[in-house]
């Protein structure tokens, strides 16, 4: 296999280094510039056409998002990498979006920018473990925190039943002897902890739990 040329863009010297030095340690990579400036970033890219570019998305006088728009128009043929200390997954987002192929928080291991690499070399998507692992983390949170007929009070469900029997909230604050407005602050409140909008969507959840109230 060629050699993997690769651009470095980071505003850090340390990092920039580092990587040049673990990089250009392994044979199957050469890091061909390093860059602590987006706008030099942008040229070189232009000049020297590099198979793959680690943008740090913290950069200036341009930020990485941008830079990356800006190579991807002087240079198609080269494919970059979002590079960050952000862990969000919204900045992962953003970048793919944008035309990168990849991203890699700097909490990766060196294999695993070695992982991102090849495989964006190859013409593959790569997204670290820590951004798929929060991702996974976050809609496993949502899956347990969906709406439930539990978290309604017991008024709360008493009125649930005289919706789901069709009666009106005049006839169910008459029925449960309480005031009219006080159903209708009921009936707000329930939609607010299903996280439901209105009350024919009230009706049709009602209906899907039937046995569970």
């Known amino acids: 296999m060629e050699k993997i040329n690769i651009l470095i863009a980071d505003d850090h010297k340390l990092i920039r280094e580092t990587w040049t030095f673990i990089l250009n340690s392994d044979p199957r990579f050469h890091v061909v510039a390093e860059c602590g400036d987006s706008e030099e970033a942008v040229e070189v890219a232009r000049q020297k056409r590099p198979h793959i570019v680690l943008m740090d998305i913290n950069m200036a006088?341009?930020?990485?998002?941008d830079a990356t728009e800006k190579i991807r128009k002087v240079s198609p043929s080269s494919k970059i990498?979002?590079?960050s200390m952000h862990?969000?997954?919204?900045?992962?987002?953003k970048m793919l979006q944008i035309g990168a192929r990849g991203y890699v928080t700097k909490?990766?291991?060196k294999e695993e920018m070695y992982k991102a690499i090849i495989e964006v070399y190859k013409g593959n998507k790569y997204v670290c473990d820590e951004i798929k692992n929060i991702i996974s983390e976050q809609l496993l949170d949502e899956n347990q925190s969906a709406p439930t007929i539990n978290s309604l009070t017991d008024r709360e469900i008493q009125i649930?039943?005289?919706?789901?029997e069709g009666l009106s909230s005049k006839e169910i604050a008459a029925k449960l002897d309480i005031s009219l407005k006080t159903v209708e602050v009921h009936r707000h409140n329930i939609l607010k902890k299903l996280k439901l909008k209105n009350s024919a969507s009230l009706v049709n959840f009602i209906n899907s739990s039937a046995g569970y109230v």
């Open 61 to 65: 006088p341009m930020n990485g998002f």
């Open 107 to 109: 909490n990766s291991s």
């Open 160 to 164: 649930v039943n005289q919706i789901r």
């Open 81 to 83: 990498i979002g590079v």
């Open 87 to 93: 862990s969000q997954p919204a900045y992962a987002k």
